[in-house]
């Protein structure tokens, strides 16, 4: 478990990427198993890559006027039941407090699978008027599911999130924070992520318990299944109706509440890695690395070398790169696997031939580009080839996302298709439950979302050959 | 619960001080109670003064080396009985899950009350050699304890903290690192809080189930009553021996590593309000509060005082200064006392005739004070004002507490004054369990701490009269 096992290689991500994956999350050391069956531990590389994304959307809900709270981790069972549909969404993977102070409850405490209810008794409690409107809330905690079969970050008993619920005066004006929130969530793969998410509106089927809509953010993994990545949702009056939350409005008259709610996970962590790791391990885009430069020094024993290291590390750091210089005992070559293994986005290398010929090795993680540069131009090529970097990710990923969406004007094809290549396929469908079944019995693949863009590429739907309605993204998925 | 209710007066400080606390929670949108006793809904006000204490932390913790973990929310009950002292100091305030995913568990999952054996467990995994050592890591989460008297944030079944669990080499780094935390802890106080924490050892009789030694910081509350604040414990191989946690160190012998873990919580929001709070409401020091600066209009309808007023707020927001511009159709004795319930530092009243003479009305909440400045001033005199208040609210308190502790030569002088003045009492203990219990037993009063100071004030414990060992201070305590 120690660090001797590290150069170790990993399994290749085309012999058996499920073990791959899990190798990456192990060796990687963002994540350990806990005694309790589907319980991970998020060890310090992990956390800080949820750090770094949660600073990033942090910043951005406030600055668009969220505030965020803090929700009981407990809902007792009576509150729980109180939204029909919700409950049938969630019930069965609850987990439940029976026992508080040795004594037997009076009443059981439900562990938060998701917060919808403990917002809406909230909220129902404090707004009145229209005054109090919008409330735009959301909380950082954990939340328990449980689950029968877990992967770490993918699926698990408990898994770390933000929540956002928001409370508003009209249709209009929540429906709009739903895709506000979607954007943001958007960005985060654009800025920080470098994935790029392909997004739209859930079916009826897939999408969330208790929702009038569901919009989602869809990333495309190296196995070409999809991953849901986050999901955003225009709640109607449902769960106001169900929670009496009303307020007085402008007219004088009591009206229902419109709400969204919307949230993402550590779940995006598994993409990162599925989206850009390889066979030496981790690949992280540069502005979410926590480490972004990993200077290696060779032949540390002679004069000058950690020296002039140290003096380049300080340069980096003055320039707010996160940089660390690994002055351990190891050898080179095993701090290069570790720096490889951790996804750090450049290593600089540096020996005694470099030094006295004013140089150093610079080699990028994502794509093993080796260039020598003179040392006076690091604090000038640094930061530029990191922002190139993210970029170059971004785009990578981009093309491999239109390399894997083909479309598909007839059932055959599109079986075949996922058959052989996965992918997503874009295909007309009539909007009825049974064609999305059948091609999910068919095929595996389910309805990953309808795009915004409904442009038409025909006029039936190729399974039940009725009249289309809808231009959908099929993909097989987590 | 609506804002209607905000001008109505709250409680009287000297009348009833632990309603006009539950008061000052709940009519300054700190708080709010949830269907599930005990468990309490962090509003975003009261949310917000966690995140900047969380700030702060975090920033410290990371300054000096540590990183951020998370550990899951549930301990299988076999592992949680495996360091015996620490199973009866936490057992009997446990919540234990018993079902999940519609099924009996086979093992009963604890709530976390904390996360030493979590934390152990995964060290034990994880450390080999001296190499791995020191590990510090801490994680922000929430706790669940069953208690049967609740009071927010004072003490609830489920609360915010941070717990920190290091391992290191030897005695004295584990030893160091207590105290350095211990001094982290103190400087949040000097910092942020503008509290005077008094600091030292607990006796054996108030420790933390576990650990060799446990530091505290105290702070004095209005009514005269301490809080302790935080804690931080060397808790030596005890939990290392029972967890098996060992390493090799560099001369090849395989040792048990030293530990220690540490921990605030929710509970400084309480210290806030009793420490600075008055009876209108809270008080807050500007480095803590949300919003520094209220900007109030008067007659806002008259043109040009708003504009002036959103000028004003641009050039303080220019200058980092958290300000709010109160625009909303409330009156403006409203407005005031919101301002004052929610304990904005500053104050800022606008009308038509200041707008004619250039000048404005600025208040200083706690004190109160008033004075008339030019427009022209103000980004000179706010900040430099903001800073002065720090330091001013900070003296007070301070004063407060010296005024409040005295020293007791006699045990009859030291159980007149815990009857009639409560406060600190400094006397000499012998050390003996038995008359701290009859401490107890007579004034209620409890050993605080032994303080790092330890000059002797007499040669015998006044109590039992045998030969003096510690100064101690007393009092009663939340």
Redesign the interface.
């Known amino acids: ?4 096992n590290f150069v170790k290689a990993i399994t290749s991500r085309d012999d058996d990427f499920a073990q791959w994956y899990t190798d990456v999350c192990r060796k990687a050391e963002l994540m ?1 198993y ?3 069956k589907g ?6 590389y992990g ?2 890559l ?2 770094n994304m949660k600073n990033y959307l942090d910043g951005e809900f406030k600055k668009t006027g969220h ?10 069972e009576s ?1 729980f039941m109180k939204e029909a549909e919700h409950v049938e969404g969630f ?12 004594e037997e409850l009076q009443e ?2 439900i ?1 938060r699978p998701t917060s919808e209810v ?1 917002f809406c ?2 909220y129902s ?5 229209h ?2 409107l919008p409330k735009k ?1 959301n909380q950082w ?2 939340v ?1 599911r ?3 079969t877990t992967r770490p970050f993918l699926r698990g ?2 898994f ?1 999130w933000q929540e956002g619920h928001t409370v508003h005066s009209n249709e209009q004006e929540a429906k709009k924070e739903a895709l506000d929130i979607l954007k943001i969530y958007e960005n985060l793969g654009k800025e920080i992520l470098a994935i790029p998410f392909i997004t739209g509106l859930k079916t009826e089927k897939e999408k969330f318990a208790g929702a009038v809509d569901t919009y989602t953010i869809e990333a495309l993994m190296h196995d070409n299944k999809a991953l849901q990545s986050g999901t955003t949702h225009y709640l109607g009056t449902g769960f106001s109706k169900a929670f009496d939350i009303k307020f007085q409005d402008k007219d004088g008259k009591v009206k229902p509440v419109y709400q969204t709610s919307w949230g993402v996970s550590t779940r995006l962590i598994g993409a990162v890695i599925m989206v850009h790791g390889d066979d030496s391990g981790l690949v992280l885009p540069p502005r979410l690395a926590p480490v972004q430069v990993d200077i290696i020094p060779i032949m540390q024993h002679v004069e000058g070398v950690l020296e002039k290291a140290e003096e380049i590390k300080e340069k980096l750091q003055k320039l707010n790169i996160r940089v660390k210089l690994d002055e ?1 005992d190891k050898s080179p070559g095993w701090k290069f696997s570790e720096s490889e293994m951790k996804g750090t986005p450049i290593r600089i290398e540096l020996g005694p031939r470099d030094l006295k010929e004013n140089k150093v090795v610079v080699v990028k993680r994502y794509n093993r580009e080796k260039e020598t540069i003179s040392i006076d131009d690091i604090v000038d090529y640094i930061p530029k080839t990191l922002e190139n970097i993210h970029q170059e990710m971004y785009n990578q990923a981009l093309e491999n996302v239109m390399k894997n969406t083909r479309e598909a004007y007839d059932y055959e094809t599109f079986k075949k298709i996922m058959n052989e290549k996965s992918g997503y396929v874009k295909m007309m469908w009539c909007g009825d439950d049974a064609c999305e079944t059948k091609i999910k019995e068919d095929t595996k693949a389910t309805a990953r979302c309808m795009p915004f863009d409904q442009t038409p590429i025909g006029e039936e739907c190729p399974v039940c050959k009725r009249k289309a309605k809808h231009v959908v993204f099929y993909a097989k998925a987590y």
């Open positions: 478990m120690g660090k001797k350990d806990s005694d309790a319980f991970i531990i998020y060890r310090p956390y800080a949820w750090e505030e965020n709270v803090y929700m009981p981790l407990v809902i007792p509150l019930a069965p993977e609850t987990a439940i407090i029976t026992i508080g102070g040795n059981r405490l562990i403990l008794n909230h409690k404090i707004i009145e008027s005054r109090d809330y905690c954990s328990v449980w689950e029968k008993s408990e770390l351990t």
